[in-house]
């Protein structure tokens, strides 16, 4: 009796002021002290800048605004170059007629009045082996996720494979990789097919050192907008809970299940500085996670305007909305959360494209860097510092275009 009362003023006492209790404080302790104690994180760090937003409102009324749209300057990605067609094959080979000047984007609109010749459609699976189809986390099997998450644990125990600043593992290159390309990967015209490299080097990296033989889960964030921290993969059996900010704004480290302990090296920000995976969910930010953002970034016409909505509106929302190192742009992907949050974003992009395949599929826009003004074209290279071969955006445009060959359950 004494001792469950003990226990139950002790978490109490963890509740209100959890920081405060030193790790062996002598109380008389039940069970093991890092069951009780959720070790709490100051949030600063992880927030320096954050994820940029734009409001839903505005997103909406942006969207009901005519885009700038000219299908003249959508470049089919076997047109006029080395002809050694491939992916498309010989369907989808024509480039739109009228379409010459592609590296300026100078539109030469000769007959704009004439209807472009329908090109055939890419045939989805042509040149695409190994396809392999992303299940939402709900529809995929519990045996398979829990593949899942060891392959990532795996991921974590094994070495650094090379010269990626502050690694301390495998799984760290990855995050070491983002970090150090940060600047060049958001804010972008390449952040989706940059991204969408990053997911695809992630899986292969599984595949091949950790023996995972399942597909890259993706997780339907507006079935759970508003309530994340109950969101299905935050429990100990897979990614660990995602507790809310703390009344006094902190987060909490992860501190029972398969990632209990998991210590990041890289970040916060720019910085190496050991730190706890941590989250702190926001649901005021989650519940903006909705289905009509998504269909408001959605009904751009435009890519660059599409793309800008999506990373500063769901993207970020989902990121800040998770917080702590979800809410680190630099180092995020140290929160495994990051790849079926970013598959996310993903599928938004790709059902984006599939509404207009002709216009959408290999239509890209905005520029190379943050503020500049080189245009990003389907020949701009996307690199992951040596954890695969660079590619070109083009590449990475259909996801069953051959070097990528996967596409969404729904
Ligand atoms: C998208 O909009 C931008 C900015 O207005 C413009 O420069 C670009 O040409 C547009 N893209 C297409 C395909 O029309
Ligand atoms: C990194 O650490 C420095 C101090 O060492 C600090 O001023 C800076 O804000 C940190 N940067 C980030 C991005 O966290
Ligand atoms: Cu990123």
Sequence with gaps: MRASFATTALCG???????????????????????????????????SGGFELISPQQAKADAEKPDHFDPFQ????????????????????????????????????????????????????????????????RNVPDADKLAFVNAIKCLMRNPSAGNYPGSKSRWEDLVSVHQQLTPKIHMVGQFLPWHRYYLSIFESIL???????????????????????????????????APVKTNDGRGTCVNSGLFKGTVLHIGPGSNFTDHCLSRAVDESLTSEVTMDFVKSCNAHA???????????????????????????????????????????????????????????????????????????????????????????????????GGYLCYAYDY
């Design 13 to 47: 006492a963890i509740a209100a002021s959890a920081a405060a209790l030193p790790p062996n404080s002598g109380l008389p302790i039940l069970r093991p002290i890092e069951e009780l104690v959720d070790e709490l994180v100051d949030l600063t760090p992880f927030e």
């Design 302 to 400: 435009n890519y660059t305007n599409m793309e800008s909505c999506a990373e500063m509106g769901p993207h970020a929302y989902g990121h800040n909305g998770i917080g702590a190192v979800m809410g680190d742009v630099a180092s995020s992907p140290g929160d495994p959360s990051f790849f079926l949050h970013h598959a996310f974003v993903d599928h938004n992009w790709r059902i984006w494209q599939n509404k207009d395949v002709e216009n959408r599929l290999y239509q890209i826009g905005g520029f190379t860097t943050q503020g500049g003004n080189t245009p990003v074209t389907l020949d701009y290279v996307l690199t992951s510092n040596g954890l695969r071969p660079d590619v070109k955006v083009r590449d990475v445009m259909d996801t069953m």
């Design 207 to 241: 595949r091949q050192e950790c023996s995972f033989n399942g597909t890259l889960p993706w997780w339907d964030e507006t079935k759970d907008a508003g309530h994340f921290s109950t969101a299905p993969m935050f429990t100990d059996a897979y990614l660990g809970r």
């Design 74 to 137: 959508v470049f089919w990605p076997h047109g006029h170059d080395h002809g050694h067609g491939h992916g498309g094959g010989g369907k989808a080979a024509g480039h739109k007629p009228g379409s010459t000047s592609q590296a300026t984007g100078a539109p030469e609109l000769a007959s704009p009045a004439t209807p472009t010749p329908t090109p055939a459609v890419v045939t989805p699976k042509k040149g695409c082996s190994g396809f392999r189809e992303r299940k939402e986390w």
